[in-house]
């Protein structure tokens, strides 16, 4: 089978569906991706150029509203429909999922597949403004159409199915929507590592306030006296977050002795330094980075949002916060701080949770299973 798979976001392609994508073509699938590819893709490039896989170049802004750019999306889809000739189409991220879809159905495509990821900040974030008064009510339309256009849609957790169902976009008539374990991590690259001493806490992901990190930033000025001889580490980057100001957060990690370890491609080392990931975050889909964690026997740190309260059991494997309570993270912190001994033991009951339920090939298993591919 011809599998057009669209991503919007190039650079993540390989750590979050390489596994997926490879494994569809050892089953005999041929595999064409398209995605916006920039100067810093030669890593995907090689990769796809070894496996067999045809790349098509999809520019496009993944946070744009404006109707021409969107619409030159649409007829770039239009023409890579045509060229390609799929029989199937798997896409994920809101853009993808909406436009890919319609254009699938319209042009006749066999099977639509599409993965929710999450609910994204235009549904997770609590206060008002343009997106909740404008762009939600639109996203709101623009997945029902998609959903309906859709053969199969996945989701990543039951909270998110939950949810789309209360908004009347996905009725899952004829078992349309199912769900997954997340993307799924690779126990074997991300293994078991020693924790360091005394703890250290770390955050990896996009500084945005919908991913928890002004909370964090917070709670940790909270929490500094009684952290003793812990450190306090980040790996990220900003994603145009207005909310967040680059002067605050280089303010605080000076203030703090914070490391700051950048965007990292590989994110094993800054774990390897780590004791605990922190992930204070408004809703995922089921956070990638926190399961890389976990496969190398990390404690966790998270809320009770959809898609993170999956990955913890509270004092099991970590600890299990309210959303947006910065004074329950502040204290979850010095929990950890203060028995460094039982981080060890949640790190390794971690890893048992990557093997029985999250890892990589159980995962991309029952994607594939769920599509008939």
């Known amino acids: 089978m011809r599998i057009l798979v669209i991503a919007s976001y190039a650079r993540s392609v390989l750590q979050f569906r390489g596994a997926l994508l490879a494994s569809w073509l050892e089953r005999g699938h041929e595999v064409h991706l398209c995605c916006p590819l920039k100067e810093d893709c030669g890593e995907l490039l090689t990769w796809a150029n070894t496996e067999g ?33 799929p029989e199937a189409i798997f896409s ?22 599409a993965l929710v990821t999450g609910r994204g900040e235009v549904y997770s974030r609590k206060r008002g403004g343009l997106s909740l008064y404008v762009v939600r009510p639109i996203v709101t339309f623009l997945y029902q159409i998609a959903f309906r256009s859709a053969t199969k849609v996945i989701f990543q957790n039951e909270d ?12 899952n008539e004829r078992g349309k929507a199912r769900v997954v374990d997340g993307s799924g991590v690779d126990s074997v690259f991300y293994g078991p590592v020693a924790q360091p001493q005394p703890p250290v806490f770390l955050f990896v992901g996009r500084y945005r306030v919908a991913k928890g990190f002004y ?22 980057w900003f994603d145009g977050d207005k909310e967040i100001e680059l002067e605050n957060v280089n303010d605080w990690i000076k203030r703090n ?38 496969s190398m026997s990390r ?8 898609g993170c309260k999956e990955v913890v059991d509270d004092g099991y494997n970590g600890y299990c916060i309210r959303v947006g309570d910065v004074n329950e993270l502040a204290r979850a912190l010095v929990k950890c ?37």
């Open 53 to 85: 896989i045809t790349l098509h170049n999809l520019p496009f802004k993944r946070h744009s509203i404006g109707l021409f750019s969107n619409l030159a999306l649409c007829m770039r889809l239009v023409t890579l429909v045509s060229e390609t000739r």
């Open 92 to 113: 994920y991220t809101l853009k993808p999922v909406v436009f890919g879809s319609l254009i699938g159905r319209v042009m006749k495509v066999r099977h639509i597949f």
């Open 160 to 171: 998110d199915l939950a949810f789309f169902k209360s908004l009347g976009v996905i009725q």
């Open 215 to 236: 909370d964090f930033m917070k709670a940790v000025d909270i929490a500094n006296q009684d952290l003793g001889n812990s450190g306090i580490a980040i790996a990220g």
């Open 257 to 294: 002795e914070v490391r700051d370890w950048g965007f990292l491609r590989d994110v094993r080392d800054a774990i390897a330094n780590a004791s605990v990931i922190v992930l204070p975050s408004y809703g995922e889909g089921v956070p990638r980075s926190v399961l890389e964690a976990m």
């Open 299 to 306: 404690a966790v740190i998270t809320t009770d949002a959809p």
């Open 337 to 373: 701080a203060s028995n460094p001994e039982k981080l060890v033991e949640m790190g390794m009951r971690s890893r048992t949770m990557i093997l029985n339920r999250f890892e990589v090939r159980l995962v991309n298993s029952k994607i594939s299973e769920l599509l008939d591919l």
